[in-house]
């Protein structure tokens, strides 16, 4: 409580300097300005600095995609744009990082997706079941973050909600499940008690397979794993690690049925407030971050995987068959038909063009 009030007394300190700067100047100018430090297109612009934030546990993909942003913005601009960044829930949780970049306080925030549908419910094409499963990292890529419609229309989306997109960062990693029984085939999710986030579309995903969901809060999940009282949950590859569940679960399943990504936004009167020498240079960051990223992902899940592994975890993998059989059933098909609804056809948009990107 005590760093919360800290934080508080030291953003609005920083906010008044924020409010004092002017983001006026001229735009424009080659991409060989644009990497000189502060020459070119930043010279006779004024220096601004922004806020950002994130929710992520200390080290996480978030914090280090965020942090690596604004070093790249940083240095693009030759410090002329600066972003005092604050990680791991410094100044607040998701509602609280959700509720300031809403307000302006803070303009810049990378999250994961489900929290973002309280504010942005498109969002919640994210919990379409097993919606990126069969996909790379390349082919998703192009879909979140190319130039085509589902990425358009998400856009809009942030913009109605007051933010602007900057993009996703993914490779194709997804959270996966462990049990203390094989899960090899679909007839093996039957009557498993699983426990899950306490999420509806979740929960009626894990209902479908014929599995029993057990919301329960994440302190109590351990012991519950231990005692018998659940026997599966479901989390990334580095939950699983930092959790200890190879010390309570026999098996790894790389069931691969949400997407594990992170979105970064920014407030859209703070980015349309910034000269469009600014906004190219932020895009540019986001953009450099994601790349370097992305590779970082596929290894760390890769390497925490086959640490498990040698903790006595037995893995099991899946084909293509395997998750066409999930997605046909009935029950998957409704969640997934819901959704679509609700966030008006863009989980339909989402598959054609994963589809098409795949090809």
């Known amino acids: 409580m005590e760093s919360k009030r800290t934080w508080k007394k030291v953003a609005g ?9 002017s983001v006026a100047g001229c735009g424009g100018g080659d991409d060989k300005s644009a990497s000189s430090g502060g020459s070119g297109d930043y010279s006779k612009l004024k220096a601004v600095e ?3 934030a994130d929710s992520s546990g200390k080290g996480a993909a978030a914090q280090q995609f965020g942090e690596l942003v604004a070093k790249n913005v940083e240095k693009i601009t030759g410090g002329k744009f600066k972003i005092d960044y ?10 609280d990082l959700l509720r300031q970049i809403k307000s302006n306080d803070i303009q810049i925030v990378v999250m994961q997706m489900a929290p973002v549908t309280a504010i942005i419910p498109e969002t919640a ?6 919606a990126f499963a069969k996909y790379d990292g390349k082919t998703i890529d192009k879909v979140l973050n190319g130039d085509g419609e589902f990425h358009k229309k998400l856009s809009a989306a942030y913009e109605k909600a007051g933010l602007h997109y900057l993009g996703i960062l993914q490779n194709a990693t997804f959270r996966l499940t462990t049990a203390n029984r094989p899960l090899n085939t679909l007839a093996d999710f039957k009557g498993l008690k699983i426990r899950t986030m306490s999420n509806k579309n ?3 995903f894990w209902t479908a397979l014929g599995a029993n969901p057990t919301p329960l809060a994440w302190p109590e999940v351990y012991f519950a794993l231990q005692s018998g009282t659940v026997e599966a949950e479901e989390n990334a590859a580095d939950t699983i690690v930092s959790a200890n569940f190879n010390e309570v679960q026999k098996y790894l399943a790389d069931t691969n049925h949400i997407l594990y990504a992170n ?3 920014i407030n859209k009167k703070a980015y349309d407030a910034l000269d469009p020498a600014y906004q190219k240079a932020l895009n540019q960051a986001v ?3 994601r790349k370097e990223m992305a590779g970082k992902l596929g290894d760390v899940d890769k390497k925490n995987q086959e640490d498990l592994k040698k903790k006595g975890m037995t893995i099991i993998t899946y084909n293509k068959d395997f998750f066409d059989q999930v997605l046909a059933l009935p029950g998957v098909k409704a969640l997934n038909e819901k959704i679509d609804k609700d966030v008006n056809g863009l989980g339909s948009l989402l598959t054609k ?5 795949s090809k």
């Open 13 to 21: 300190l920083i906010m008044a300097s924020i409010l004092a700067l």
């Open 50 to 52: 922004m806020i950002g």
């Open 86 to 95: 604050h990680p791991n829930s410094e100044p607040g949780g998701n509602e």
């Open 125 to 130: 094409v994210f919990d379409m079941p097993m």
């Open 202 to 204: 979740h929960m009626a």
């Open 263 to 265: 979105q970064i936004a």
């Open 287 to 289: 953009e450099e971050a």
């Open 353 to 357: 063009e994963l589809d098409a990107a």
